[in-house]
DNA sequence: TAGTGTGAATTTCTTCACAGCG
DNA sequence: CGCTGTGAAGAAATTCACACTA
């Protein structure tokens, strides 16, 4: 979905994994570990150990043979790889109830994710507060933005809207894009659009769920 | 993820994308257009017209040379291929502010997924009702997913909680298992299971927004 | 000895390009 | 003519297997 940067590249497919390595290894601080081996690595995170070699091997080496990873070390080295050394301040487009769940979802502020700001466009929404963030207008977008330095949005409204806050977004100078809608966006080049669809992985269950009947023996992840 | 099942496989890769393809032709069935071309159906899914064709041509050929696809018999069809030709009933388990915004989510009872059943571990939120659908007690999972008839089960419980809660699903008799914890839980074979998390898709973004300092051209999807 | 790092083999996915049909 | 359907080429991702080393 999206081109390699600047420098020579690593593997979207790599990059899409990071965050289950960066979860297990958070995981391996808590239970106080100090080296992992791919293999155990490649249990939590739910690959195998050849792929979690290679993905790491994309960085440089930094497991010792014989004896592993350096929890601590690689973790740090992740953080860094993601952009997660620093805050980054989110601005939520659409209060209804998924963009109340996303602002209410610890897993983004504990990943460096700061919800900034929330926007909506119905008038009795906004003065309200979510996690004692205030809700603006979605006419607002332009000067939070600016004023906040927010570079991310979350899109949250219905998919008949998503379009429209996109293109405020834009305008307002956010440059990546977390599209919750059910619906394709377009942007300019130069702005980072990831989607995600709630009911799309409930149907591709189903694909699987559907022809299952005749015997077959399916593996879960 | 999943291994192919019964009969010569569609890739995977395909399967993902099916979904995307539904929802486009039920855009263009409300917009009452009876035909639609690789390269229309490719811009609405937002992919590329070689693709649609090569994952249509997975079923058969169901286009018309000179013409396209029909919008009706298309989608039909592929409502078919996923299994979407009759209702899912399903519970949700946790219902914290995600499993809520599920819930309430429409995309899901659009789509033939129908909540039948919430349950939750905390006796204050037993008894309370979401969607007219009453949150019955974790322990009643059981009985509930007997008497229901439900396979698919979703989680949206804490991560610590995932794991057994899994465990009860898959001894109740749910085969297949979307989860939104953010941890990776075990299944024996036969359940399939697939993953969503939030806070990833906030780190890919992260990872490519970090790395556009100097002056990389990126395509957003 | 246990476990990394990595070329090479393999598989999967994407894209091309054009023959063939309505 | 316009657009599908599809072999074949190409690219990307995965997996193998083993040399190597702390």
Redesign the interface.
């Known amino acids: 979905?999206?081109?390699s940067?600047?420098?020579q590249s690593i593997p979207e497919a790599t990059?899409?994994r990071?965050?289950?390595y960066?979860?297990s290894l958070q995981e391996l601080m808590d239970e106080e570990l100090s080296t992992v081996s791919s293999e155990r690595l490649a249990e939590?995170?739910?690959v195998n150990a050849a792929k979690v070699r290679k993905d790491l091997s994309y960085f440089g080496s930094y497991g010792t043979r014989g004896v592993g990873y350096d929890v601590e070390y690689l973790l740090l080295h992740i953080r860094r790889?993601?952009?997660?050394t620093h805050d980054?301040p989110?601005v939520i487009a659409g209060m209804?109830?998924?963009g109340?769940?996303?602002a209410?979802?610890g897993?983004?502020s504990?990943?460096?994710?700061v919800i900034a700001a929330l926007v909506d466009a119905n008038p009795d929404k906004v003065g309200t507060t979510v996690e004692g963030v205030p809700i603006s207008h979605v006419d607002d977008l332009d000067d939070l933005v600016s004023r906040l330095d927010i570079?991310?949005g979350?899109i949250a409204t219905p998919a008949h809207a998503a379009q429209d806050v996109a293109d405020r977004m834009v305008a307002a100078g956010v440059?990546?894009?977390?599209n919750f809608a059910?619906?394709?966006i377009?942007?300019?080049?130069?702005?980072?659009?990831?989607?995600?669809?709630?009911?799309?992985?409930?149907?591709?269950?189903?694909?699987?769920?559907?022809?299952?009947?005749?015997?077959?023996?399916?593996?879960?992840?």
């Open positions: 979905m999206v081109g940067p600047s420098g990059v899409s990071l965050p289950l960066l979860r939590m995170a739910g790889e993601l952009g997660l980054w989110c209804g109830n998924l109340q769940a996303l209410n979802y897993g983004f504990d990943r460096g994710f570079h991310i979350v440059t990546s894009i977390l059910p619906t394709v377009t942007v300019p080049d130069g702005i980072l659009v990831r989607k995600v669809d709630l009911a799309v992985e409930l149907q591709i269950l189903s694909f699987y769920q559907e022809r299952r009947q005749a015997g077959a023996s399916l593996t879960g992840a």
